[in-house]
């Protein structure tokens, strides 16, 4: 979370702007990062006065499913890990196609 303000803290300086109202971030259900970890942590730094936000700043959490395709069939499902076998032909062959992004998809300053 903190280098995702840190991203966002360095865009407002170039647009000149200086508070955050609300940020819109893409988590995807492989990456990395638990939505909730990223709200407690998004309402630390609010609390810490971190310079950007203050208590009407809002983030937005947008889950993006987690995709596959098998590379020996073709068929798409949702995989539970990253090798999750193909439910139509059983092989490990999953190519994530989504649910790793993690990242500011908009957010609104002022
Ligand atoms: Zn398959």
């Known amino acids: 979370m903190g280098d995702i303000l840190n991203l966002i803290a360095e865009d407002m300086k170039v647009r000149g702007l200086s508070k955050v109202l609300k940020i819109e971030l893409i988590v995807g259900d492989l990456s990395n990062a638990m939505p909730d970890a990223l709200e407690m942590a998004f309402e630390i730094h609010k609390a810490m006065k971190s310079p ?59």
């Open 52 to 110: 950007i936000l203050d208590e009407s700043s809002e983030l937005v959490i947008i889950r993006e499913e987690a995709r596959a395709k098998c590379v020996f069939c073709g068929h798409e499902y949702t995989p539970d890990n990253r090798v999750a076998l193909c439910p139509n032909c059983g092989m490990p062959g999953g190519k994530i196609i989504s649910g790793e992004t993690l990242k500011v998809l908009s957010y609104e300053g002022s």
